[in-house]
Nanobody, 123 residues
Framework: QVHLVESGGGSVQAGGSLRLSCAYSDETSCMGWFRQFPGSEREGITAINTDSGSTLYADSVRGRFTISRDNAKKTLYLQMDSLKPEDTAIYYC???????????????????WGQGTQVSVSS
């Protein structure tokens, strides 16, 4: 069982930055971030293969968000820059075992979820 605890959410104006953190009990081969808008399904936005260091990004965040991790601190990060009001959502940290030897941004392929942290971006 992997435990994930997010922190760092809050309110920011458009164009600003936030960094989310996710403390984890154990590392899996794939770790990532999802977000959920009110009334919508969870959307995968980025993942990192902890064995190779390769990363995935959804088109909606590529070039603005950066995933990273510090395994010594057992912490996953999401650096969010150039934030937009449409980035307002609950953000979740995930951990997964690779499916087909690679990481995915599909919610049904994530094995563990954090409790989520709210990010609000005002215009």
């Amino acid at each position: 069982q992997v435990h994930l605890v997010e922190s760092g959410g809050g309110s920011v104006q458009a164009g600003g930055s936030l960094r989310l953190s996710c403390a984890y009990s154990d590392e899996t081969s794939c770790m990532g971030w999802f977000r959920q808008f009110p009334g919508s399904e969870r959307e995968g936005i980025t993942a990192i293969n902890t064995d190779s260091g390769s990363t995935l990004y959804a088109d909606s965040v590529r070039g603005r968000f950066t995933i990273s991790r510090d395994n010594a601190k057992k912490t996953l990060y999401l650096q969010m820059d150039s934030l937009k009001p449409e980035d307002t959502a609950i953000y979740y940290c995930t951990a997964a075992y690779p499916y087909g030897r690679r990481c995915h941004l599909r919610s049904d392929l994530q094995d563990y979820w954090g409790q989520g942290t709210q990010v609000s971006v005002s215009s």
